[in-house]
Structure formats: C-alpha cells, structure tokens
C-alpha cells in the first residue's frame, strides 16, 4: 500500500503594513500514524516550512484522514501540531494549533489560515 496522499499547503506571513516576515513554520505529527496492512510502514515526524523573501510558504504534507491508515493507539486523531515560528512586530506567541489535513482538500491544495480557521470553529 501506498502511503497517504500529499496536500500542499500554502501560506504568507506580513505584518500591518504588508511586509514580509521571517521565520518559518513547523508541521510535526500529533501521534504516529502506521499502515492498517503494513504496520512497519508509518508517517511520523516534523516537516519544516521556511518562509521565502515573501513571507510566503509552500509544503506538501501527508493527508490525516486516509483510508487504511491509523494510530499506533487505535483511539487518538491523526493532526498536525502546527508551530508558528515567524518573527513579528508583536512580542505576542503565537500559540501552537493542531490541525486536520483531508484528503478531499479542493486541487490538492489547502491554505494555513483556512485550516486554522477549521480546527478553531
């Protein structure tokens, strides 16, 4: 079996003024997810995404929500820990959030700010 479908997902820090930010952001796995047939065969990890002189980011990530895959508990949610680590004019953390990526995502593509906007509804 394969392993889950990739989703790029993008994304563009600036500040108020519309200027890019440095810094990156981390994707790291919330569990670890195994192969229902496979069970030597897993997705676990972080997957950095520095930003570009734009502020922006692109990264293509594995899926959560894909048939024939769970957690090595059976119970737990597959998602993405996303941390913020972008340097900004506020001395504000930006506090990590645990996001779904679904495989159903419209053209293979999902923007940060929607799946935040998601795990926070």
């Given amino acids: ?62 899926a959560t929500d894909a048939a024939g895959w769970d957690t090595t508990d059976g119970q737990a949610t597959f998602k993405y820990r996303v941390t913020q680590q972008v340097r900004q004019t506020s001395s504000d953390p930006v506090p990590d959030v645990l996001i779904d990526l679904p495989s159903a ?9 929607s799946l935040i906007a998601a795990a926070n509804a």
């Fill in 1 to 62: 079996m394969a392993l889950p479908p990739k989703i790029t997902v993008t994304g563009k820090y600036t500040d108020q003024l519309g200027n890019p930010l440095a810094g990156r952001v981390v994707f790291a796995a919330s569990v670890i997810l195994v192969n229902a047939t496979q069970p030597d065969l897993a997705v676990v990890g972080a997957w950095p995404a520095n930003l570009d002189a734009t502020g922006s980011f692109s990264i293509a990530l594995y």
């Fill in 105 to 113: 995502s419209p053209g293979g593509t999902a923007t940060l700010a």
